[in-house]
């Protein structure tokens, strides 16, 4: 296969960070709007959508398909609500190519938006991602979770903690350059403050730890050659999900792990091979990568998901700058989910429009130099989904 | 002082039902055995994801284990407060199944240790199962469910 046939024709998205006077509403209106010009589409050429959000109890709100399309002015468009944890919005994405790719839609908006600010407490309003019966009610929240997978990944492959602090180093310098970013425009950070930071779940410091936070995205789907002349389009040339055990001690011996453990990323490397041989790419020829490093570690263990990198060796390559601005395949260039902030619904978005803007060119300071394939990944739970997009500009 | 005396306003709150069903893993690790395949679970699955039978037998799950990947939390949620620091792990049983559970009567020190785990727990060190006291749910009774110690009896 080659391709989906279809682009994203617009992109659009809001500063991440925290808005206590701001709505979810307000966000998704932002975010649409911004995508809905950038492709040159007019509001009543929208005919369906899919908004991605993680914590739809934090807005005492459900349905937020239907609401959102009203919001927008949208109605009686098709919309609906899509959850897959952090993976939601690259899970909304896979839907919206399907929508466009099955004929019965010509302009469909995937959205993302997260309030996570309105939650009392960012760790008790995910708990109800890790298992609801022997996880979370034992006192396990994510930071915990991948405090063990670190650990495992330091053990099982003998990575140094350095070199796994060096990515968060890496997201505060692309995070400095990026103007939506939660961290813009703050100092450099050094291995030795991500060490010293306080210790959240050794082995992983505060300064480690995902920015949970406000934020929305959107991007305009339609299919190639049925955007409008004027805008940019960037291909989706492949999208795959694939899903694994949540509860996390059950990856061990489980057959779909295939002998691997908590120190590898199963699904994104299921997914990533169906995405690449829809796409007709290899890992090789891929130029820019935007991964779900939620914590530090989890960078590296879907650098080496996506195959860019051998396992357990991602985290060493990162801190030799390999996925640095000018290394073989730079990564995270919008801040990551440690710089950029991770408003966890619209994550699976924000890394699609960050990806469509480098590869258009419009990331300034940040920007990569000529990037042909972007892929992009997001994670929901422990490694019990991951998603991964190949988007390529269009020949 | 002003005490309220209306109700705390709460949605989707669980009876202690739904707790009161996994009473047999938390306190006794009662998983299951695939009769076709003989891949044993914890906790109990409905279907074997190995070969698909739904034919699956409990089993009670020996108490011992080894540790295979520790951690050490600093900000225990809500529910588990109390203690600068609780050590957990991820325990292979000598059963076959592995279980994430926080570890009891190990001395963590406070920076001692260094990197990777508490001080006297490392990969490899046999723990044994205690029932210790896990949450208040949301709907007031205590929970209860599995702990590991360093192994005593022989």
């Known amino acids: 296969m080659n391709g989906t046939g279809v682009v994203i024709a617009g992109a659009g998205v809001t500063r991440h960070g925290f808005f206590p006077s701001r709505d979810w509403k307000d966000l998704v209106v932002e975010s649409a709007y911004a995508a809905l010009h950038d492709a040159g589409v007019s509001p009543g050429e929208v005919s369906g959508g899919f908004v991605s959000v993680s914590l739809p109890e934090t807005f005492e709100q459900q349905n937020l398909g239907a609401i959102a399309a009203d919001e927008l002015g949208l109605a009686p468009a098709a919309f609906s609500q899509v959850g897959a944890a952090c993976a939601g919005g690259t899970v909304a994405l896979m839907n919206g190519v399907a929508a466009i790719a099955s004929g019965a839609v010509r302009a469909v908006l995937v959205i993302g938006v997260e309030k996570q600010s309105d939650a009392a407490s960012t760790a008790d309003s995910m708990l109800h991602f890790p298992d609801a019966e022997y996880e979370a009610p034992a006192g396990f929240d994510y930071v915990d979770l991948m405090a063990l997978m670190h650990d495992r990944y330091v053990r099982k492959y003998g990575a140094t903690h350095e070199a796994i602090a060096q990515w968060v180093v890496q997201d505060r310098w692309y995070a400095r350059r990026n103007p939506i970013a939660i961290d813009y425009g703050r100092a450099a950070l050094t291995v030795a403050e991500v060490l010293d ?47 694994g055990p949540n509860v996390l001690a059950a990856k061990f011996g489980h057959p779909a792990s295939a002998g691997a453990d908590i120190a590898e990323a199963v699904p994104t490397e299921v997914a990533a091979k169906k995405a690449y041989a829809q796409a007709g790419i290899e890992p090789h020829h891929i130029g820019l990568a935007q991964v779900h490093d939620c914590f530090s570690v989890m960078g ?40 950029l902030g991770h408003p966890t619904g619209a994550t699976g978005v924000s890394i699609a429009v960050e990806s469509a803007l480098q590869l258009r060119g419009r990331c300034g300071d940040r920007q990569v130099p000529d ?3 972007a892929v992009c990944q997001s994670m929901g739970g422990s490694n019990a989904t991951s998603a991964v997009a190949v988007l390529r500009r269009p020949r | 002082m002003w005490s309220p005396t209306e109700p705390v306003y709460r949605i989707a709150t669980p009876t202690p039902a739904k707790a009161w069903r996994s009473r047999d893993g938390r306190y006794r690790l009662v998983g299951n055995r695939c009769e076709d395949c003989v891949l044993p679970f914890f906790p109990k699955r409905r279907v074997c994801p190995q070969c ?84 208040r749910e949301a709907s007031g009774p205590y929970q209860y469910g599995y702990k590991f110690r360093p192994r005593r009896a022989r």
Not at chain 1, 216 to 241: F, K, N, T, Y
Not at chain 2, 98 to 125: F, I, N, Q, R, S
């Open chain 2, 52 to 135: 698909h039978s739904r034919s699956l037998t409990e089993t009670v799950l020996a108490p011992y284990g080894r540790v295979v990947s520790a951690a050490e939390d600093r900000t225990p949620l809500i529910g588990h407060v109390g203690r600068d620091s609780r050590p957990f792990a991820i325990v292979a049983l000598e059963d076959g199944p592995c279980v994430l559970t926080e570890l009891v009567d190990v001395d963590t020190g406070t920076d001692a240790g260094g990197e990777g785990g508490p001080t006297t727990v490392t990969e490899g060190t046999e723990v044994e199962l205690v029932v210790r006291k896990w949450r």
């Open chain 1, 300 to 339: 590296p263990l879907h650098m080496e998901g996506l195959g860019i990198f051998p396992p357990g060796k991602a985290a060493a390559a990162a801190a030799d700058g390999e996925t640095a601005l000018d290394g073989r395949c730079p990564t995270n260039t919008d801040g990551g989910r440690i710089g």
């Open chain 1, 197 to 243: 930071s306080p210790m959240v779940s050794r082995p992983i410091t505060r300064a480690a730890c995902g920015r949970a936070c406000d934020g929305a995205s959107a991007v305009v789907l339609m299919r190639a050659g049925g955007a409008p002349a004027d805008c940019e389009p960037v291909e989706i040339a492949g999208i795959a999900q694939a899903t």
């Open chain 1, 371 to 373: 990037p042909d394939i």
